[in-house]
């Protein structure tokens, strides 16, 4: 299956909903195509993992329908689709292993379930990471967990990578790492990565697109270098803001803003041109943690 | 269903060992207070089935491995008949330990005069062995009932619902429903002379092969029916 661009479409999610008491997913759409790493992110409790699991098939969902790698997701934990999943490397939240699992013996089982398995490339990331073959997974630091979490995923030749919360508990030189790997595993023709995470860092360094849910809907979906690159965080004095205001320079349905103790944060969604028109005003670029506070928390027009 | 037998025995190869080395003190506790040899087979055959079914289990909800498996190459199908396959594989490797080492104490005791008589009660015959086999086939049976009942429970609420659930179930299946047939009196008619008719029967070699294949097609039947109940609630389970 292809996107409308060509590339290869490796997720694709249309209108899935989900219901349960006290939290609904809605209408969510996703996609990620081949050659893109895309960033999923929300608060907790937003819906990312909710998305995963649906995603992955591990739960049914009320409504929409999604696919990975072209396989409806219901077919996953069928017999007819199971085998689509040796091209899928997933990593939870946490290490998802059997605690009196050597990582030896987790090298040895995950040869039995992929075909495609490379036990000298699981070897190699084990040893890049640290990881003591003879070490039980219940005596692994939470980042080190991870990271045989990320060495499984990585060492069965997968076309599509599914992170939830990967690097959460890694230390930042782990981290960076860890996200060189993944620079190198999307640089590969036909591979895709999606990836949530709550270090918006980490997706500023390698995501393509942003995704963005909250209280179980989509809220944005743009490319990173939109957030980042073209747009800006005004930082404004109670009479700027009101000169912003009647400027007209920004839309009134783009306008959003914080109240701070200490001044009022603006979104710009051009900086350049904001720049120009009031140099006087400082103009920050624009961090994803930035447009998450005020797209989630700001105040409109 | 391979890679996913596969990878069940991978996750279950401490627990066998470890399962095998209590059954194997268990019986050698039961041989010595019965003085026979021929309880080994027996009690380590019941002991994998039954523990087998409990012990593979509680990996499920360890570390959220059962939806994990769920993202590897298998399917829901996969990993319900890689747990039956697996539980038969335990049950079969007590019987398989049992009956060496039965027939090792027994070999022994017929080589060598043991002290205290012990050589009269272990030695090696023809009786004890088919009375092993049959009371091995039997043990089978009772195994595969308790797995039977208890997989489909895990299956269907996950290990700590069902670690609450199974005493409730167990004594309703095992003690309430035999006390009911009991005070019924459909017990007391015909079916007690009627296993004492069977039992008679056994004794005989004909008999013996007819009871054990009885028995272990029963076995089979029964976690056959058990597998497709625990496909269904698995099926329909949410990980």
Redesign the interface.
Known sequence: MASSSGALRLVEAKGLVKRYPGFSLQDVNLTVDAGEIVGFVGANGAGKSTTI?AL?????VDGGSSSLLGVPSEK????C??????Q?G?V?D????????RVA?VG???S????GWDGSLFGKYADEFGLDARKQ?KDLSRGMGMKLSLACALSHRAQLL?LDEATAGLDPMAREEVLDILRGFVAEPGRGILMSSHITSDLERIADRIVCIDGGRVLFDLPKDAITDAMGVARCRKSDFERIVSSSLIPNDEFRYLMHDYGIDVLVPDRYAFSRAMPEIPCDRMTIDDYLALVLKGGVR | MKRAYLMEMNVLRGYATSLLATGFLVTVLVGVGMKTAIVAPAVLTSMCFMMGAIGSSVYDDQNGWGSYRLTLPVSKRDVVLSRYAAIATLGLIGSAVGFAASLAVMGLASAVELPGGLSELLAFSGERVAGMAFATAACVLIGSAVASVVTPVYFKFGQTKATQLLPTVTVGLFVVAPMLLGNSGILGGGAFGLVAGLLTFAETPVGLAASMAALLAASLLMLAASAAVSLGLYGRREL
């Open positions: 699991k992955l098939g591990l739960i049914p996953l934990a069928q017999p689709g199971a085998s689509v999943k040796e899928v997933v939870f946490t290490v998802s292993l059997p605690e009196h699992l013996d040895r089982m995950l039995h379930a992929y075909d997974v599914v």
